[in-house]
């Protein structure tokens, strides 16, 4: 049993050796395509203009100080905590030590109630948009 087997496997793991071979070759020539290494560069340039976009819509949105600057814009409040966990640490060894290392969920469901001094509690305005933006999309129409 074991020499058939033993076999089978060295004879598979030879044929999945040369078949990463070829694999590899054949990305290897489709990365090698101008075509594709222009594609790549068109990704990258989009992916950059989409991020400052979006980043630039989110910071005019909070900005604007509107909920709804647009029908795909939603600006919300959320509520963040300030603080130096070095002080957070030394206040908790005194007063809550179930947060000391400081468990930040445990800390920091405590801190937002306002008992805990050296945190500043401040609202922070953070925009979304809406994944589907297929209403605000131009559509060039074609040229007879």
Known sequence: MFETEISR?????????ALKKVRHALVQAFEDQPEYRSLVEQE???SAALIE????????AVASGELNPH?????KTYTALEYSEGEMIGWCTRNMTPALSLNRRVFEKIAHTGAVPGVVIKDERKATIATDLSKWLVVEEAKP
Do not use: M, S
């Open 9 to 17: 496997l060295a004879a598979l793991r030879q044929e999945q050796e």
């Open 44 to 46: 990258e340039a989009n």
């Open 53 to 60: 976009l979006d980043k630039g819509l989110r910071e005019a």
């Open 71 to 75: 029908p795909a814009i939603t600006v």
